[in-house]
């Protein structure tokens, strides 16, 4: 028989050892509660919180006068937690649109957008991103709308910007684009100047929900964002604006494809308005282009680059005032014709009357005094074939083969411009040497960046060059002004102002190859022609450059008929807007008219409208004499279809 007493201590010992067993957790909690308590919080809290960057303010870029193209608008990315949504009972179809529905007339957003993001997320997707830009005031709204309603967590608002152009879409080719991902390849000045104008980002701490959501109260900025500067350009808004509207409609009366436009002051370089559009194939009308076409687009030009051709002659001493040479109404340069635009017994011209008529025969005759490599020299020392002092990301370098490919009907065809491409703005400053009194003045289309402090530093200018003397570019001037006085274009000129000005057609290589024989026949079985009128006035004093071209015209219209009223127009408006004073009366210095409307302070604007080239004196006429050459009108008939450098 068992003792009891044995027993029972034995029971005993057994229930003192079931309570120290029990009694052990709550010992650990006890001394997890007071002696680690710190330790965990801190790791919990170190798990729900992240280092996130705040994004820096993009710096707005601004025309001369400080008027706003581009700003950066603060916007809120807008995220829906789908596993928030399915504890709510949120899941199906139905039910994710009447959500989808309700989010987006609290954000006053497109419904179909919201609904559309929902329902075609993956099924494993925890969050689904709904609207990209977002006002911030509204989503805040609308989380909180949420939350009161027991969807607290349900969105994540992660703060962002977008990059907005109050002026609409005018000008924005020209300063380019910006995106959720930064500038596109085409973006221009904002892919050029992104170091500067995207500033430095910031950091903060976020605390983070189980599911992602943010805990309010939970921020701390760890380092502030730093602003990006703001960058100035050359461009003037208002006459952008007047600039496109007219070469749209000018496009419009030529039953263009397209067309291209550059104003802007010859003494400085600087771009003024830099325009290009386009006709939808869908809907048939003339809208802005989608490209920066000055910048990115070459084209054959044609006889603009006569200008180019007399030059050189001039300046290799091959002509003089007193040339003349026997024209007639073709030449043959080996197995190749080319012949003038109308039909003419053999004439003896001048070079003024070469030019001023623009004769293909007589210009090819120059060059055949000049040679390849002095025609092709000066081609590269008037900017042509390679991209300018802008460097733009879609620059093109346009086409000028090297020389020692060239056969002699390649110099004659180069000499009319049908042989090698030109970009709009390598044109316009070709013309611009010429009204520099041969000097080659890059062009501009950043005045300088502003900083925090509000001023302006000003961007480096890329150094000018001599390309040929002035007394040469004084001759050539004089013939540029005969094609407006008795020439191709003498229906624009203006009372008042003499312009300085040179026409040209080309005919545009065609898409498909229809005849082994002429790759510019088009499928329809006739040509299509990119159509010029380049120039600067007025011409004793240039303070405007304009240049025109219009590309696959109606059947028939040349530089004179097409590009010559868009020039006209713009000619007027730029008098207007940048107050030139006519040549009749005392116009003071070379660029004396008055600055482009008046710059803010601190801006360079003013003081570079007025900036003098080297060499000038600061007053008078600009142009160098040189003796006079008679200039006689042509009694020519126009010879239909017979060629195209006009």
């Given amino acids: 028989m068992a003792d009891p007493v ?273 006709r939808n194939e869908k809907t048939g009308a003339i809208e802005l282009s989608s490209r920066p076409l000055a910048f990115s687009d070459a084209y054959q030009a044609g006889s603009v680059f006569k200008l180019v051709t007399t030059a050189a002659a001039y300046e290799a001493g091959v002509i003089d005032d007193h040339s003349t040479f026997s024209v007639g109404p073709r030449i043959k340069v080996y197995d190749r014709e080319f012949s003038d635009n109308e039909a003419h017994a053999v004439e003896t011209m001048n070079v003024d009357q070469i030019v001023a008529h623009s004769s293909n025969v007589g210009t090819i005759q120059i060059a055949q005094r000049l040679g390849a490599e002095k025609l092709h020299a000066a081609l590269v020392d008037f900017g042509f074939g390679r991209v300018s002092a802008l460097d733009l990301p879609a620059e093109s370098t346009g086409l000028l083969p090297d020389v020692d490919k060239w056969t002699p009907p390649d110099t004659a065809a180069a000499s009319i411009g049908s042989f090698q491409s030109t970009t709009v703005l390598q044109l316009w400053s070709a013309f611009n040497v010429i009204a520099n009194q041969g000097i080659y003045v890059p062009p501009r289309l950043v005045q300088g960046t502003i900083g925090a402090d509000g001023r302006l530093d000003p961007a480096s200018a890329a150094p000018t060059r001599r390309v040929v003397s002035a007394s040469t570019a004084a001759r050539v001037s004089r013939a540029l002004q005969a094609v407006v006085q008795v020439g191709t274009g003498k229906q624009w000129s203006l009372p008042g102002y003499p312009v300085a000005a040179k026409t040209g057609t080309g005919r545009m290589p065609s898409p498909e190859k229809v005849d082994a024989k002429d790759a510019y026949v088009w499928p329809d079985g006739t040509y299509h022609h990119v159509t010029t009128f380049a120039g600067y006035l007025p011409a004793d004093r240039p303070q405007v450059s304009i240049t025109v071209m219009l590309f696959d015209t109606a059947q028939g219209l040349t530089g004179s008929t097409s590009a010559g009223p868009v020039f006209s127009d713009l000619s007027r408006l730029a008098i207007r807007e940048l107050s030139i004073a006519p040549t009749t009366t005392d116009a003071g210095s070379a660029d004396g008219a008055g600055p482009v409307r008046s710059a803010p302070a601190g801006s360079t604007a003013a003081a570079t409208d007025r900036a003098l080239l080297p060499g000038r004196n600061g007053g008078g006429s600009t142009s160098s004499r040189s003796p006079s050459t008679t200039i006689a009108p042509s009694g020519r008939t126009s010879r239909p279809g017979s060629g195209q450098q006009r």
């Fill in 6 to 278: 044995r027993t029972r201590r034995r029971l005993w010992g057994m229930v003192a050892a079931f309570g120290v067993l029990a009694l052990l957790p709550l010992v650990k909690l006890v001394g997890v509660q007071f002696a680690d308590a710190s330790t965990l919080a801190a790791e919990g809290l170190q798990q729900r919180q992240r280092t996130e960057s705040i994004p820096a303010p993009r710096g707005s870029i601004l025309d001369r006068n400080g008027s706003e193209l581009a700003i950066s608008v603060p916007r809120t990315t807008v995220a829906v937690n789908k596993v928030v949504l399915a504890r709510a009972g949120i899941s199906d179809d139905a039910m994710l649109r009447e959500f989808g529905t309700r989010l987006a007339q609290l954000l006053d957003v497109d419904p179909a957008d919201v609904v559309d993001s929902l329902l075609d997320a993956d099924a494993d997707a925890r969050w689904v991103r709904v609207v990209r830009y977002a006002d911030v005031d509204v989503a805040r709204k609308a989380a909180r709308s949420l939350a009161e309603q027991d969807m607290d967590g349900v969105l994540l608002l992660d703060p962002t910007s977008e990059r907005v152009h109050p002026g609409g879409e005018s000008g924005v080719r020209v300063i380019g684009t910006v995106g959720p991902d930064g500038p596109g390849p085409r973006a221009a000045v904002e892919a050029k100047y992104d170091d500067v104008l995207k500033g430095v980002p910031g950091e903060q701490v976020v605390e983070r929900g189980a599911q992602g959501e943010t805990i309010t109260g939970g921020d701390r900025v760890v380092t502030a964002p730093r602003p990006g500067a703001d960058v100035q350009v050359t461009l003037d808004r208002t006459l952008q604006y007047e600039t496109e509207q007219i070469l749209t409609k000018g496009s419009e009366n030529a039953r263009a494809a397209g067309g291209i436009a550059i104003v802007g002051r010859p003494s400085t370089g600087e771009l003024l308005a830099v325009a290009g559009v386009e």
